[in-house]
């Protein structure tokens, strides 16, 4: 059974700092590009970063471009989302995803697995 486990998310001030992790289980997830995406509450869910499958290529939004760090962990079959600076607009709930390809996309559909989500909330 093919599960993605997202965990870290909380509550933060504006300015400070998350790290979210996603485990995978039930599947050779090494060989999958990985993403996050996160979703607000009224709003379409939107991707935020990706990463190939051996963590050479990775690709962000604009909007967190410089703030957010995608890696991952093959041996643990762990990706990870470092979120600094941390805006109010960060607010939503966040999304791990891995697809059955060794190449990053920025489209949810193109995402085969998810996990259930963990709430980022960023104070002002």
């Known amino acids: 059974q093919v599960q993605l486990v997202e965990s870290g998310g909380g509550l933060v001030q504006a300015g400070g700092s998350l790290r979210l992790s996603c485990a995978a289980s039930g599947r050779a997830f090494s060989a999958y590009a990985r993403g996050w995406f996160r979703q607000a509450p009224g709003k379409e869910r939107e991707f935020v970063a990706a990463?190939?499958?051996?963590?050479?290529?990775?690709y962000y939004a604009d909007s967190v471009k410089g703030r957010f760090t995608i890696s991952r962990d093959n041996a643990k079959n762990t990706v990870y989302l470092q979120m600094t600076s941390l805006r109010p607009e960060d607010t939503a709930v966040y999304y791990c995803?891995?697809?059955?390809?060794?190449?990053?996309?920025?489209?949810?559909?193109?995402?085969?697995?998810w996990g259930q989500g963990t709430q980022v909330t960023v104070s002002s």
């Open positions: 995803s891995a697809r059955t390809s060794s190449y990053i996309a920025t489209m949810a559909s193109e995402y085969d697995y």
């Open positions: 990463i190939s499958y051996r963590g050479g290529s990775t």
